[in-house]
């Protein structure tokens, strides 16, 4: 658990990071279904964390509409929210005693495929991102954690009228109150991500910063260091991770550096996928589809910048989304072997150690725990 904050610029306290008995209870996987996607995933599926062996054992699947794609807990992780991608659906659910999800309402929000979604820290607001929509929609959170009327929208301009820039996530800063939206130009719009001031009583977004990338790089995700202070960004075409300095008074960013997430011996085809910062604060990891790679780099604990530390197999097929457990380890899901892959990460050398676990599951392109 991250504690305080450290007064010395850029240090990593190791206080920070608390080692604690994790909770890990259930696993939540959400899946593609649909025939367009290839998919063979049968929709939200949920898992028993056998505390005796670290064993999955599924305890329900619940598909209220295809492609329950992404999903996430509100605060105090008594309700959930997941996104129908391809589709303009948006469904709710409680969290029953025995970790199982009961359906509490699906609204249509407007924007196609939505791809991202998140809870403010008021537990007010549910905003979702959508790709082809190129919006981000702010939702009424209700008191029965069903939801409400969009409250809000912003959305990325393309480079003709009608046209939009397609957003892939909405990231908040440790505090929450600023979102990070990455966004890719396909053809009609620009490739950025941008930096948006929160407005928690009406949940609208101001702009404080934007960031152009290089024509068809292709910006996907990002993630916040602990410090509040140091953003890591993936390129999806132009297999990129981009470190950008953030000032949480002014709301700026500023572009510092970039390395390839794949070596230099690739020549063919990648993608990256997911960017995420392992618990201790000292590596980011960056995963690649096609090439079905796991990127590790070393964080300058002094200034941020990165240094690649090495390469590793994903051990599956298309290695679409990956996080850390509360249990330290690392949960790759193979969208296309239909696995997710349980490793170890060394905390020392950033290394990633296949633990032999597997579960299987179709489709599988997300991963939340409680």
């Known amino acids: 658990m991250f504690l305080k904050k ?9 206080r920070q990071f608390k080692k604690e008995e994790h909770s890990m209870r259930y696993a939540y996987v959400g899946s593609r279904t649909t025939k367009e996607r290839n998919a063979r995933g049968e929709g939200l599926s949920v898992y028993e964390i056998l505390e005796s062996t670290g064993e999955w054992k599924k305890i ?26 391809d589709y303009t659906l948006v469904s709710s659910y409680k969290v029953k005693e025995d970790g199982t999800l009961e359906h509490l309402n699906t609204i249509d929000i407007g924007g196609k495929n939505p791809v991202d979604v998140t809870v403010d820290k008021e537990n007010k607001f549910v905003i979702v991102a959508t790709l082809q929509g ?31 820039s397609t957003i892939h996530q909405c990231l908040w800063d440790q505090n929450k109150n600023y979102i990070f939206a990455c966004a890719q130009g396909r053809v009609n719009g620009f490739g950025q991500m941008r930096a948006l001031k929160f407005n928690h009583e009406d949940g609208s977004l101001t702009e404080t910063s934007r960031f152009f990338s290089r024509t068809w790089d292709e910006p996907r995700h990002a993630a916040m260091h602990p410090n509040n202070r140091w953003l890591y960004m993936c390129e999806e075409k132009g297999n990129k991770v981009l470190y950008f300095q953030f000032d949480e008074e002014t709301g700026k960013m500023e572009a510092l550096q970039e390395l390839s997430t794949v070596p230099e011996t690739v020549t063919g085809y990648s993608d990256a996928s997911e960017v995420m910062i392992d618990p201790s604060g000292k590596f980011v990891i960056v995963s690649n589809r096609y090439t079905d790679s ?18 590793y197999p994903c051990l599956g097929k298309t290695p679409r989304f990956f996080c850390f457990g509360e249990d330290g380890k690392c949960y790759v899901a193979n969208e296309d072997s239909d696995t997710v892959i349980v490793f170890d990460f060394d ?16 489709s599988p392109v997300c991963i939340t725990f409680r």
């Open 294 to 311: 796991m990127a590790v780099y070393r964080i300058d604990p002094k200034t941020g910048y990165l240094k690649t530390s090495g390469f």
């Open 6 to 14: 450290n007064n010395c610029p850029g240090m990593v306290d190791k």
């Open 134 to 164: 190129g919006t981000l929609y702010t939702i009424e959170r209700k008191e029965d954690g069903s939801l409400g009327e969009v409250k809000a929208a912003f959305t990325y301009e393309g480079k003709e009228d009608g046209k939009v």
């Open 60 to 85: 329900q699947t619940i598909k209220v509409a295809e492609n329950p794609s992404f999903q996430c807990f509100d605060q105090k992780k008594e309700y959930m929210y997941s996104v129908h991608g």
């Open 347 to 362: 905390q020392v050398t950033g290394q990633l150690i296949p633990t032999l676990q597997i579960i299987e599951t179709g």
